[in-house]
């Protein structure tokens, strides 16, 4: 079975300030592990994935996370927040190949000015 | 590509009434996903089918939900009849299977009043 929990339902920053959203996955195969965002009344956006190539990956709009096997974690982060970061974001697991995307509960993410 | 095409994008009907939603894939992907999104129970998902067949339902909550994929442009989404609880936006999915970047429609806002 696989799950992923994310750590946090809210998260405020200022604009300009380090984003942290933290996710934490279970899985009895080797995961590919995703971050989706998702904009007020819009479908769901792929950030980034990972599927057991470069550990530290890069996504769209300045947005990368990493996976860390020994902790189970795939935190997503981004140096310096815009207000146009203001979403919910998802992390997600799937089985390799399966296409089938188990989601977290998300969290939501704030940006002050 | 005009992307995953939900419609209705908002249903509103009465406890005990029939109501089907529709889901049109982009163009050549071959695996598609039902999704519910509440904001207690978060991203779940119902069914996904490959090659318009359904490889997974354990996601569907009861016989009163069912979905149907008659060919590879058009899938639907009935509940029959629906409860206040089916009150939820219910996102479609498609994808290239064995490909894990899932695109999303905007979603069909469905209340049962």
């Known amino acids: 079975a696989q799950s992923v929990t994310q750590l946090g339902s809210h998260v405020s920053v200022s604009e300009g300030a380090l984003v942290l959203l933290r996710c934490n996955y279970s899985s009895s195969v080797p995961p590919y592990l995703f971050w989706y965002v998702q904009y007020p009344n819009q479908g769901l956006q792929l950030l980034l994935k990972y599927t057991s190539a470069a550990t530290l990956v890069k996504g769209i709009n300045g947005f990368e996370a990493e996976f860390k096997k020994s902790e189970t974690s795939f935190h997503l982060t981004k140096p310096s927040a815009h207000m146009s970061d203001a979403a919910e974001y998802f992390c997600?697991?799937?089985?390799?190949?399966?296409?089938?995307?188990?989601f977290g509960q998300g969290t939501t993410l704030q940006v002050k000015p | 590509d005009a992307g995953v095409i939900q419609s209705p994008r908002h249903e509103v009907t009465e406890m005990g009434q029939e109501v089907t939603l529709r889901c049109k894939p982009i163009?050549?992907?071959?695996?598609l996903f039902w999704y519910r999104q509440t904001m207690m129970r978060g991203l779940e998902l119902l069914i996904y089918?490959?090659?318009?067949?359904?490889?997974?339902d354990s996601g569907m909550p009861e016989d009163r939900f069912s979905a149907k994929m008659p060919n590879a442009s058009f899938s639907t989404l009935k509940i029959q009849p629906s409860e206040p609880r089916d009150s939820a936006v219910y996102f479609c999915?498609?994808?290239?299977?064995?490909?894990?970047?899932?695109?999303f429609g905007s979603g069909t806002q469905l209340s049962v009043l």
């Open positions: 089918f490959n090659n318009n067949v359904p490889i997974d």
């Open positions: 163009s050549g992907h071959n695996s």
């Open positions: 997600a697991v799937s089985g390799p190949g399966t296409g089938k995307l188990i």
């Open positions: 999915a498609s994808s290239l299977k064995g490909r894990e970047k899932l695109f």
